[in-house]
T-cell receptor, first 114, second 113 residues
């Protein structure tokens, strides 16, 4: 079955530590995305990538970094510079950027930083 | 800019009731429109989509029609089930070079037996 996997489902870290969230897709999609979801809010875009070795900042990129060394993989690092890192993080992919290509989402990683 | 406005929840219904969740949008040109559903503790699943005016998206008994004249994409279901309890997000992607999927804030639906 094709899909998007994110691991782990729950992640706990101490303040001041960097942490990397995994995202893998076997849908052969070119575009991949990272979103952040906070309680009672919609999703906000952190980073996106259209092709391998290329990625762009979204609306809330500060304190985050990404890499895209393989088509299937788009890991997100939450750095110690991110002021409020506790959130639900969702990875998504689509055939290409923009309309009309729908985005498919992974199951998410809930990060708690104390 | 582009934006999506959904009716605020929470919405609480009894099983077999009729559901409507309103969604209106603002966008340049004619965007593609989507409804996503999020079950507790899970990621988002695409529920249905419409890519041009007057298109009707449908899936699992849910329907939504792309209304250009009223810039709306209201979600409807004739008879809800307890298993439909979830958060529903309306979203759009504009045409052209703007790639961004813009979401509404979500509407929590609870269906009681």
């Amino acid at each position: 079955d094709g899909g998007i996997t994110q691991s782990p489902k729950y992640l706990f870290r101490k303040e001041g530590q960097n942490v990397t969230l995994s995202c893998e897709q076997n849908l052969n999609h070119d575009a991949m995305y990272w979103y952040r979801q906070d309680p009672g809010q919609g999703l906000r875009l952190i980073y996106y990538s259209q092709i391998v070795n290329d990625f762009q900042k979204g609306d809330i990129a500060e304190g985050y970094s990404v890499s895209r060394e393989k088509k299937e993989s788009f890991p997100l690092t939450v750095t110690s510079a991110q002021k409020n890192p506790t959130a639900f993080y969702l990875c998504a992919s689509s055939i290409d950027l923009g309309s009309p290509y729908e985005q498919y989402f992974g199951p998410g990683t809930r990060l708690t930083v104390t | 800019g582009n934006s999506v406005t959904q009716m605020e929840g929470p919405v609480t219904l009894s099983e077999e009731a009729f559901l409507t969740i309103n969604c209106t949008y603002t966008a340049t040109g004619y965007p593609s429109l989507f409804w996503y559903v999020q079950y507790p503790g899970e990621g988002l699943q695409l529920l249905l989509k419409a890519t041009k005016a007057d298109d009707k998206g449908s899936n699992k008994g849910f329907e939504a029609t792309y209304r250009k004249e009223t810039t709306s994409f209201h979600l409807e279901k004739g008879s809800v089930q307890v298993s439909d309890s979830a958060v529903y997000f309306c979203a759009l992607i504009p045409r052209g070079s703007n790639y961004k999927l813009t979401f509404g804030k979500g509407t929590l639906l609870t269906v009681n037996p």
